[in-house]
């Protein structure tokens, strides 16, 4: 690493470390309902919408109709965003004359960005409107993140209520995320966006004469406002098939550096305001501080991994699938942030980085993306492997199980193992059945570990709502479209499900008494429990196929070979 890349790097995290605690205390602002500085602006578009759809704010729901509504939410947006892509011919905003979207890729693509997930099996500026890009994925980023908010806040109040019944009302909760949080900050990253050459426009794609005389066609679009919530809320999706590597969507190191940032920011604040939201920043800082060092040591390998010798072509550092404008340690920080996040956009190609790099991406997938995770979802994910530690540290030690000053029983720990083993297994299970598939391997470029990593990657990704691929693979066939389409619905159920159950079970209970025999949630040694309880789950269960995968890849280069 240069000294300017060390410059970058410190500077990005210096600036996230001072950002936590602000974005933190509005999110938890946010969360109770308390008055902001948005307030004046935003107060009465929230009791209008309220009004106008008939929802009393103060009505609160139990963990059941909580589930329900949002169930009934996420599916009227599986369905009206399939209808919005099989009629595009007949919507405005289509200059390009754009025909329907197969069913089943219409079918992949709503669950797709319903689920948070943003997975693209198609290419946005060959395929889709303005109309749908705006007004289908565009307020569908806004809606998958807000629901995310809204797990967040409902799993906190199960944790911090004692004896009552209601988690809160889904509805409000919804409104008051993407109102206060997600639209305010989409709008000044758009504006920044913009300011370096991200395009804004409804103009028709621009037909030009290039220097060697042949015409090619440039398209635009509305593409900032777009860009902005796929980095804010997670989604990733981008407004064209290079995502953030397209010129038209990062330009400059200035828009990279501040979509970047964009990609952690909520996360990361979101562990501050569970600190806040509970009575004790100390845990919102043990839970950034064990995100932080996993995302670390990750980043630390990759970028070892980026600088080593490739035999294979005798020279220093990865450049194929990377962009020069923003160099290896901007591809690698993006790429591991991306991953450790729910996010899924990317500004390099995964597929292009060294074995162990695209390993790291994967294992990051792989983890749950609890290192930071999307927005609601990830710190809720987080909080799942806090239970199972200390559920195991009490058995261990001999403890009731408790956190929080609540007991830790088996009803909980049913659920937390079905948010851990589902995914997990639909991983698995996926790549398992693709790998012996006639139908699933006609969709590979290369054979070989990467032919597997590219399998594995593709439903990791899927499974775990972050939408990044390995880009090798065809996935744009009717078997990989409801493959995909299946898991990531089970992918983002295993998280939603569990963590409204398991806080309907604990806003019930009471406080226990305070002992001084409680194993502390907070201490350095529960932060190392909680680190090596999230390693060794992963290990245990994604080892094998990854030594199969990246890891033989590695070792297969470093002898010259290639496939």
């Known amino acids: 690493m240069h000294v300017f890349d060390w410059l970058e790097l410190f500077f990005f995290i210096a600036l996230l470390l001072f950002l936590v605690p602000f974005g933190g205390i509005y999110i938890a602002a946010v969360a109770t309902g308390a008055k902001n500085f948005l307030t004046p602006i935003f107060g009465r578009i929230e009791k209008g919408i309220y009004r106008f759809c008939g929802i009393d704010p103060d009505v609160e729901m139990h963990w059941k109709e909580y589930a329900k509504a949002l169930g009934i939410f996420f599916l009227l947006s599986i369905f009206f965003l399939f209808l919005i892509q099989i009629i595009q011919p007949v919507l405005p905003l289509n200059p390009q004359k754009f025909t329907s979207v197969s069913w089943d890729l219409a079918l992949n693509t709503a669950i797709s960005f319903t689920t948070n997930t943003n997975w693209q099996s198609y290419s946005g500026e060959a395929s889709l409107s303005y109309f749908t890009q705006m007004l289908g994925l565009g307020v569908q980023n806004f809606l998958s993140a807000g629901t995310g ?316 709502n972050n939408g990044s691929a390995f880009a090798g693979i065809q996935s744009n066939t009717l078997y990989y479209n409801l493959l995909l389409s299946l898991i990531m619905l089970l992918g983002r159920v295993a998280i939603i499900l569990p963590c409204l159950a398991i806080s309907g079970s604990l806003v019930q209970k009471s406080y226990l008494a305070p002992s001084p025999d409680a194993f502390r949630s907070d201490s350095f040694l529960f932060a190392i429990l909680l680190i090596g309880t999230i390693v060794l789950v992963g290990a245990l269960t994604f080892f094998s196929v990854l030594c199969l995968g990246p890891i033989v890849e590695h070792f297969v280069m470093k002898n010259g070979l290639t496939f």
């Open 149 to 464: 908010f809204c797990i967040f806040f409902a799993f906190v109040r199960g944790i911090s209520r004692k004896s009552a019944q209601s988690i809160g009302n889904f509805w409000t909760d919804l409104t008051r995320s993407i109102l206060y949080i997600l639209v305010p900050l989409s709008f000044i990253l758009a504006l920044i966006l913009v300011t370096q050459g991200v395009v804004q426009t409804f103009s028709p794609y621009v037909e030009v004469t290039t220097m060697e005389g042949s015409s090619q066609v440039i398209p635009l679009g509305p593409a900032a406002s777009q860009v902005a919530i796929k980095q804010i809320g997670s989604n990733g999706g981008g407004f064209f098939g290079a995502n953030s590597a397209h010129p038209f969507e990062n330009p400059t190191p200035i828009s990279n550096f501040f979509e970047t940032l964009a990609i952690v920011l909520i996360p990361a604040a979101s562990t501050y305001a569970y600190g806040l939201l509970i009575g004790s920043k100390k845990e919102g800082w043990m839970i950034f501080s064990v995100m932080f060092v996993l995302w670390i040591i990750g980043f630390a390998i990759s970028m070892y991994s980026e600088t080593l010798i490739n035999p294979v072509f005798g020279v220093h550092s990865y450049w194929e699938g990377k962009e020069m404008r923003f160099g290896v340690l901007g591809s690698i920080l993006w790429s591991t942030l991306t991953t450790a996040t729910s996010n899924g956009s990317v500004n390099a190609m995964i597929s292009s980085l060294s074995p162990l790099a695209g390993g790291v991406a994967m294992f990051n997938i792989m983890l749950g993306e609890i290192v930071f995770g999307g927005v609601g979802v990830g710190i809720s994910g987080m909080i799942l492997f806090i239970l199972l530690a200390m559920f195991l540290t009490g058995l261990m030690s001999g403890r009731t199980p408790q956190y929080q000053y609540k007991k830790i029983e088996k009803k909980e720990m049913r659920w937390v193992i079905v948010a851990i083993v589902l995914p997990s297994a639909s991983i698995l299970l996926g790549s398992g059945i693709s790998c012996v598939l006639g139908i699933a391997l006609q969709g590979l470029d290369v054979g070989g570990p990467h032919g597997l990593s590219e399998i594995l990657y593709a439903c990791s990704s899927s499974v775990g």
